[in-house]
């Protein structure tokens, strides 16, 4: 029985362990390379923390290992198949979980350059090799009018193109980065729709006269985006917003600025009270969950847009009360 006991105890069971993961300070750097950087324009000097927070995951758990998590109140055993789905390889997974962090780092920009008052701009996203704009445009370019009509949105452009024939010369003015430039393209033939085409692939979004770039490495989904667009704001905005207060936190963002919920909040806020937050910005939607055993001491501080959390690190850095959960 004590053998039957001691091999059972080493039985892989069907759970994985959650716990509290690492943090990243948005406004630092991961093995020497900054999270987020800024080119075209020198970024401000930065003196707190803006951290985002993780949640890390033990997978292939034994009997022994799994009992140990369910007592343990800084962990949480769930069925794996809630983490990895049963349908999808692991690859896979950590693929989708890398596309939302690709989104949550667009969005994170957008929000970020709509607070700052950049404007949206059509800009051009691709080149192809053999395109009639390829001496012309580059990827990042602002397109900012075609033979003198403003460019104000995708659906000008189409229409100014539509109602040329291919082959015609059009004149296109367009930014790069802060310098203002005028090319001539010879558009080539539309390939599902009638009139003309530049022959580039094109996004609309905000555009500012510098470029931002987010790395960090072995983290996915799209929770950092709150945080990663308060680093950005930080670096490229007018305020430094924690002034060298700890604050970290959680959350989707939207380009719009809307803040959503995420999994695993209890265990990010426990984290960030380990390593000595001053306050823990959560998702308003996930406060319920945060106050369940809620670290003693952490400000758990409600928000629901990037305005909210705004608000209440100009209040941290007052030394007033944001609004709590």
Known sequence: MIALAAGGSMLPVPYVALGPGPT?????SIDGRQIITVTGRAPNPSTG????????????????RALEGWVDSEESVVPREEVYPPDQTDEEID????????????????AALGELGYPLKVVVVEVPDG??????????????????TVIDDPDALLA???GLDPGADVTVEYSRGEDSRTGTVTTTQA???DGAALGVAISYERKAPFDVEISVANVGGPSAGLMLTLGILDLVGDTDLVE?????????????????????????????SDLGADAFLVPEQNCAEALENAPEGLPLVAVSTLDDALDALEDLREGSTPALC
């Open 131 to 148: 395109s009639p704009s390829q001496d012309v445009l580059r990827p990042l370019d602002a397109i900012e009018a075609v033979n003198g």
């Open 160 to 162: 100014i193109l539509e």
């Open 49 to 64: 923390n803006l951290s985002l927070t993780t949640v890390a995951v033990s997978d292939r758990l034994e009997l022994l």
């Open 191 to 193: 390939e599902d729709r």
């Open 244 to 272: 060298g207060l700890f604050v970290a936190g959680t959350g989707t963002i939207t380009a719009d600025g809307d803040v959503g919920p995420i999994g695993g909040v209890r265990l990010k806020t426990i984290a960030a």
């Open 95 to 110: 693929e989708a979980n890398r596309e939302d962090f690709l989104v949550s780092q667009n969005s994170a920009e957008a």
């Open 24 to 28: 990243y300070n948005t406004l630092g």
